[in-house]
């Protein structure tokens, strides 16, 4: 099994700043990417920002320039700088990994139970 849990969202006034945590744990062999995806209400399931095992980044047209996605690849986490924050950022925040699980011999995709982020005017 392997379980990814999402920390620090919340509430903030636009313009404000977030960093958003993920851990992952379990029976890891190793993880081929980690990412962070969104969900607005009423809206489709979004990707935001993704980082592979050589770190390579990919962000949304909506968030680059203002967010950062880091890795640490000893203690499985990702991390979302999320700057300049505006309402429309508003949504739940899911964490993703590609992960292949030991004694398996492909990936499978995990995602977190979401976290709330709240964007004020």
């Known amino acids: 099994q392997v379980h990814l849990v999402e ?3 919340g509430l903030v006034q636009a313009g404000g700043s977030l ?3 993920c851990a992952a744990s379990g029976r890891i062999f190793s993880i081929n990417a980690m990412g962070w995806y969104r969900q607005a209400p009423g809206k489709q399931r979004e990707l935001v920002a993704v980082i592979t095992g050589g770190s390579s980044t990919n962000y949304a047209d909506s ?3 203002r967010s950062t996605i880091s890795r640490d690849n000893a203690e499985n986490t990702v991390y979302l700088q ?3 924050l505006k309402p ?3 949504a739940v925040y899911y964490c993703y990994a590609k992960v292949v699980p ?3 011999s492909r990936a499978y995709d995990y995602w977190g139970q979401g976290t709330q ?3 004020s005017s």
């Open 102 to 104: 030991i004694r398996f």
């Open 82 to 84: 999320m700057n300049s």
């Open 19 to 21: 960093r958003l945590s």
């Open 63 to 65: 968030v680059k320039g």
């Open 7 to 9: 920390s620090g969202g």
């Open 88 to 90: 429309e950022d508003t």
């Open 117 to 119: 982020v709240t964007v």
